[in-house]
Every structure is written in structure tokens, then in C-alpha cells.
């Protein structure tokens, strides 16, 4: 082959390598699944059946119950729900499902359970009728607690063809050797330094760990993407990304910008994300299963400083308003704490909505005196301010013309340095929140940064970057540890669910649940001291339920 030919078929796969910025060379030393492991489209149609109780033909899967066959959804009882994931059977209330591995079933001499039940092996065709009949190869009826289903020929041609591959679909990214991890990085035309800083720390942080012997023996293997471009440009690449590189899971995910995009489409991969740069964690109903924060919200944030101002304030009933730039996320942020201010039996919140123009700072300070004059005739006590950005002053100083000094509550990443501009008036009266502050560090998971930064020289920049990027991959290595040798994407989530009060050492404790996926949720809440131009803590930390 002429060496055109040769760089036609390489550049391809170059260009992703460099844009993904993956180190090709040393991942060929370990092998993942090969392709002929991978699931064909008829067992994938299969496992959706078992894990959801969806089949693709139109007919609906029915699942029926007891004696007199009562009808439920298959999406209600699904198989996975009873014998889990991997088929080897989950013991509850003293019944033992059945191990219904293609192994277990087929055993040539037969099966022989601890109920006294014996029966030959299995075929696809008993198969069959045990799902449909509740009837084993020896004839003998199961236990009621097997439903019976109801399903089309060709969703029971599925199931039973990805029942033959339960419990040997191993996840993509696994190896015995290795488990490769996957970064999603900030677009470096807008935010170069802080990639740097989470590149940096994460391989610093991994080749510290393997050199310790990895995860039961396995090194840890990663991999960046670095997306650039619209949301749906970044959700593309990173899409790519994931078919390409077969990560087993990702860490310190860059969202913002693109949340609901990205996470959409981590949870159509079925890829758990631990740790996130991001405002807007999507964690509305249903719940995203695979991706994990570690940090609250703007909407948590609101609501944390609407408990704060509640407590403060003290009062039965004080006029407020909440004052926000009108686009989506923002208007979420005012629902969430207007909700909260309800909860504290507040209920005149007046919600300003402040339209976006060619300049939406510059079109306030024209609405700014207005909207002042008014808020004040109405006797407001406390305002949010949601935006615009950097446009806090402004208002402020149309406040103390009017000499009225409400309550001013600020999430902490929406406040620019023009807060310290504020009137001297509002000495003691403007409040902000911070998902995290200096003093939830640990004197231990400060001298851990400290050793880790000295050995592999990482630049004192963006520090807040490099802790939340470190704190990501230890919780995600936490994860890996607690779900043993036999990991799995399903176990690595089933674990992280049961964290709690975990200390990162960097950041506040971190609970995770089933219906739970933001780690700490709540908020420091801090005073802006305008004579000092500083921040003082105002409160202990505000937990949300
Ligand atoms: C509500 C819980 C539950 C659900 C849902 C469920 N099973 Fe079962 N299954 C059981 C129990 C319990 C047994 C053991 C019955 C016995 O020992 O008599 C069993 C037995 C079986 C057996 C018989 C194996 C043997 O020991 O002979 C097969 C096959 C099976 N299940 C397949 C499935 C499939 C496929 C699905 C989904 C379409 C499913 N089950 C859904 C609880 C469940």
C-alpha cells in the first residue's frame, strides 16, 4: 500500500485522536471487548425488554399476576427487577429468583433448586413457556411470585435471544487489566486554562493510582474530549466520542451550556457521569440514573437563600420580589424560589422579568429606576437578583436614592465584582450563596492536593477547577472500590447510591440515593462586607431537603 493510501485510512482516526486528545499508543496495550462480544441489534432489543419491559413490536408487554392473572405493565415488573441485572437473582421477602443465566438454566444434568424443585435443562422452547405458562422443563408450575407474560413473537424471540447473553454482555471500557474513563473538557476557545486544570489533575490523580496498582489490578485508562462549538455541535463530538473510545465511565464532565443536551445523551449511553462542571444540574422527574453531581444548583442555591432570608427575616409575611433575566434557566431559578418562599407561608413574591435586548445590562439601567420606584412603593423587603449579570450596582444605587434597603439575596456565581460596588447603605444588607467554600476542605484532603501537586508540578491556577476535578475522580475511584472485582456500570450506580456523608476532602459531604443525584445539597450563604470589599460567612451551611 502507497503511503497516500495509508495516511487516507490513518487521518481519520488520528484526527480523532488528537481532537479527543486520547493517548492511542498506550490504550492498545490492554484489550477491551472485541466487536464479536458487543450485543447484535436483536439481543439489544432483548435486554430493553429485560431491563424496561419494552419490547419494539406494537403490542405491549403485559405481565400477570397470581391466580386470577391480574394485568400489570411489563414496564412495571420488569425481569431485571426481580433477578437483576446480570440474571444471578436478587433475594427479597425469602423468595429467590431463579440464577436464569443461558449456564444455570441449560446445566446438562439438570437443576436442582433448594425448594426441592428439580427439573432438565432448558431450551429455548421451555424457555418459552416458563415465561409465558410459569412452567419449568419437568413440568412443575413456578412460584407465583414469576409472573406470567404476555408479549409478541418477535419480542419473545428478542428476550430470549439476549437471555442466552445475560450475565456475558461485559460493559464497554472493561478489561481485566484496565477501566477506561472518559473527561469531557470546557471548549478550550472560551475556557483553555480551566481544561488545563482539569487535564492536568485528573492524569496526575490516575497515574498516582496506578502506580499504587490501580482498582483490583486494573490501571485506570483516560481519555478526553474536548468539544467545541453550539450545544449541539459539543453533544455531537462528544457523541463520537463515546462510540469511538468505549469509555466504561466518565468523570468531571464539562455541562454548561449544553446540560440537557449532554446529559440526555449520557443517559441514551447508559455511561454514568461522576462529578460535573456545571449551574443547572438536570435533575427533574424522572430522574437521570447516570449522572452524578456533586455540587447544588443555581434552583437548590435559590432556594437555599430563600430559607436563609426566611430565618433572617423572620417576619410573617414580607413583600419580596425576585428579579431575573428572561430566558429558561433563569425563570427556573425564580420558580424554585418562589416555590421556597411559599414554603415559608410568603405569599406576595413578585416575580420581575427583565426582557433581553441588544444589551440587557445597558436596557436595564434604564428600567432599573423604574422597577426600583415601584418595588420600593410596594414596600418590598427582599429582593432577589438573578441577573442581568453584573448588573447588581445599578440597582442598587437607584435603591438608595429612594433610601430603600431591602434584603438583597444574590446566587454566588450570578454576582459579579460590581456587588462590592454597592452603596455603603447596603453594609450588612446583600447576601450570597456558594455550593462550596474553602472551609469544607480537610487538613487531610488539603495535604493529599498538596503531595499530589508537588510530585506532578500542577500550576496553582484554578484551583477551585482542580479540586472539584479531583474530588470528581475520588468519588468515582470510591465507586469503583466499594463495587468490587466484578464492576459494572449497574454497580458502580448502585453504589454511589448508597454513599453517605462521604468526605471528598474537598468538598461538602456527598449523599447520593436512588431518587437523589446532587451531592450536597444545600448552600453556604456569605455576607458582602462593602467596607472590607470581602465575603464573611453569614450562616452554617443550608440544607435542603
Ligand atoms: C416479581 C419478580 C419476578 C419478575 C418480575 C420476573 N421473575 Fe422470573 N422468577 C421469579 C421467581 C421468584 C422465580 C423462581 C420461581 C420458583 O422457584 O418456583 C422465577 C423464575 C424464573 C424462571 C424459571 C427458572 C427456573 O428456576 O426454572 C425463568 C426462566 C424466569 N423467571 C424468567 C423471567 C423473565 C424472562 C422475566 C421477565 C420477562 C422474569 N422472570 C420476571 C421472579 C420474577
Known amino acids: 500500500m502507497n503511503y497516500r493510501k495509508l495516511l487516507q485510512i490513518l487521518l481519520p482516526s488520528l484526527l480523532?485522536?488528537?481532537?479527543?486528545?486520547?493517548?492511542?499508543?498506550?490504550?492498545?496495550?490492554y484489550s477491551f471487548s472485541p466487536p464479536s462480544e458487543r450485543l447484535t441489534p436483536q439481543e439489544r432489543r432483548g435486554k430493553q425488554i429485560y431491563l424496561k419491559g419494552k419490547g419494539s413490536s406494537s403490542q405491549e408487554i403485559v405481565a400477570l399476576l397470581g391466580k386470577d392473572n391480574t394485568e400489570v405493565p411489563g414496564s412495571v415488573l420488569t425481569c431485571a427487577g426481580c433477578h437483576g441485572r446480570d440474571g444471578r437473582g436478587k433475594p427479597e421477602g425469602g423468595i429467590t429468583p431463579s440464577d436464569i443465566t443461558w449456564p444455570s438454566l441449560t446445566k446438562p444434568y439438570g437443576v436442582a433448586h433448594t425448594g426441592g424443585r428439580k427439573h432438565p435443562p432448558y431450551t429455548e422452547r421451555f424457555l418459552k413457556r416458563a415465561i409465558t405458562l410459569g412452567i419449568d422443563p419437568a413440568g412443575n408450575r413456578l412460584h407465583t411470585a414469576m409472573p406470567r407474560y404476555r408479549m409478541s413473537l418477535d419480542d419473545m424471540a428478542d428476550l430470549v435471544a439476549y437471555l442466552k447473553r445475560l450475565g456475558r454482555?461485559?460493559?464497554?471500557?472493561?478489561?481485566?487489566?484496565?477501566?477506561?474513563?472518559?473527561?469531557?473538557?470546557?471548549?478550550?476557545?472560551?475556557?483553555?486554562?480551566?481544561?488545563?486544570?482539569?487535564?492536568?489533575?485528573?492524569?496526575?490523580?490516575?497515574?498516582?493510582?496506578?502506580?499504587?496498582?490501580?482498582?483490583y489490578n486494573r490501571r485506570i485508562e483516560l481519555s478526553f474530549i474536548e468539544p467545541v462549538g453550539s450545544p449541539e455541535e459539543r453533544t455531537e463530538q462528544v457523541r463520537a466520542f463515546l462510540d469511538d473510545t468505549?469509555?466504561?465511565?466518565?468523570?468531571?464532565?464539562?455541562?454548561?451550556?449544553?446540560?440537557?443536551?449532554?446529559?440526555?445523551?449520557?443517559?441514551?449511553?447508559?455511561?454514568?457521569?461522576?462529578?460535573?462542571?456545571?449551574l443547572h444540574p438536570q435533575i427533574s422527574f424522572p430522574l437521570n440514573r447516570y449522572v452524578f453531581y456533586i455540587y447544588a444548583g443555581l434552583?437548590?442555591?435559590?432556594?437555599?437563600?430563600?430559607?436563609?432570608?426566611?430565618?433572617?427575616?423572620?417576619?410573617?409575611?414580607?413583600?419580596?420580589?425576585?428579579?431575573?433575566?428572561?430566558?429558561?434557566?433563569?425563570?427556573?431559578?425564580?420558580?424554585?424560589?418562589?416555590q421556597q418562599c411559599q414554603k415559608s407561608g410568603w405569599e406576595t413574591?413578585?416575580?420581575?422579568?427583565?426582557?433581553?435586548?441588544?444589551?440587557?445590562?445597558?436596557?436595564?439601567?434604564?428600567?432599573?429606576a423604574l422597577l426600583a420606584r415601584n418595588l420600593s412603593?410596594?414596600?418590598?423587603?427582599?429582593?432577589?437578583?438573578?441577573?442581568?449579570?453584573?448588573?447588581?450596582?445599578?440597582?442598587?444605587?437607584?435603591?438608595?436614592?429612594?433610601?430603600?434597603?431591602?434584603?438583597?439575596?444574590?446566587?454566588?456565581?450570578?454576582?459579579?465584582?460590581d456587588i462590592f460596588e454597592a452603596p455603603m447603605s447596603f453594609e450588612g444588607r446583600i447576601f450570597l450563596s456558594?455550593?462550596?467554600?474553602?472551609?469544607?476542605?480537610?487538613?487531610?484532603?488539603?495535604?493529599?492536593?498538596?503531595?499530589?501537586?508537588?510530585?506532578?508540578?500542577?500550576?496553582?491556577?484554578?484551583l477551585a477547577t482542580q479540586f472539584t476535578a479531583l474530588s470528581s475522580a475520588k468519588l468515582m475511584v470510591e465507586g469503583f472500590k466499594r463495587a468490587g472485582k466484578d464492576v459494572s456500570r449497574e454497580k458502580l450506580i448502585e453504589v454511589l447510591e448508597g454513599l453517605y456523608g462521604f468526605s471528598t476532602?474537598?468538598?461538602?459531604?456527598?449523599?447520593?440515593?436512588?431518587?437523589?443525584?446532587?451531592?450536597?445539597?444545600?448552600?453556604?450563604?456569605?455576607?458582602?462586607?462593602?467596607?472590607?470589599?470581602?465575603?464573611?460567612?453569614?450562616?452554617?451551611?443550608?440544607?435542603?431537603?
Open 246 to 278: 468505549e469509555v466504561f465511565a466518565l468523570t468531571s464532565g464539562f455541562m454548561a451550556g449544553a446540560d440537557r443536551e449532554i446529559a440526555a445523551l449520557i443517559e441514551e449511553k447508559e455511561i454514568p457521569l461522576i462529578g460535573a462542571f456545571t
Open 505 to 545: 476532602g474537598l468538598t461538602p459531604a456527598v449523599t447520593y440515593n436512588p431518587n437523589r443525584r446532587v451531592g450536597a445539597i444545600g448552600s453556604h450563604i456569605v455576607r458582602v462586607d462593602l467596607k472590607a470589599k470581602s465575603l464573611a460567612p453569614a450562616s452554617e451551611w443550608v440544607e435542603l431537603k
Open 299 to 338: 434552583e437548590d442555591q435559590g432556594r437555599a437563600l430563600a430559607a436563609f432570608a426566611a430565618k433572617k427575616i423572620a417576619k410573617q409575611n414580607p413583600p419580596a420580589a425576585i428579579i431575573y433575566p428572561d430566558d429558561d434557566a433563569s425563570r427556573k431559578v425564580a420558580e424554585a424560589i418562589k
Open 377 to 417: 412603593r410596594k414596600a418590598v423587603e427582599v429582593v432577589f437578583f438573578l441577573g442581568p449579570a453584573g448588573a447588581e450596582s445599578i440597582f442598587l444605587r437607584e435603591a438608595q436614592r429612594l433610601d430603600w434597603k431591602p434584603l438583597v439575596l444574590v446566587p454566588g456565581p450570578l454576582a459579579g465584582r
Open 434 to 462: 456558594f455550593p462550596t467554600l474553602p472551609s469544607d476542605q480537610t487538613p487531610d484532603g488539603v495535604a493529599q492536593y498538596r503531595i499530589l501537586a508537588e510530585a506532578h508540578k500542577l500550576q496553582p491556577k484554578s
Open 169 to 215: 454482555d461485559p460493559d464497554p471500557g472493561l478489561s481485566e487489566t484496565a477501566i477506561r474513563v472518559g473527561a469531557i473538557l470546557p471548549p478550550s476557545e472560551r475556557f483553555a486554562e480551566m481544561g488545563q486544570a482539569i487535564k492536568s489533575t485528573l492524569a496526575a490523580y490516575f497515574d498516582d493510582l496506578n502506580r499504587a496498582g490501580g482498582v
Open 349 to 368: 413574591v413578585e416575580e420581575v422579568a427583565i426582557s433581553e435586548g441588544q444589551s440587557v445590562k445597558e436596557d436595564f439601567s434604564h428600567q432599573a
Open 16 to 29: 480523532i485522536a488528537a481532537l479527543a486528545g486520547a493517548d492511542y499508543s498506550a490504550n492498545k496495550m
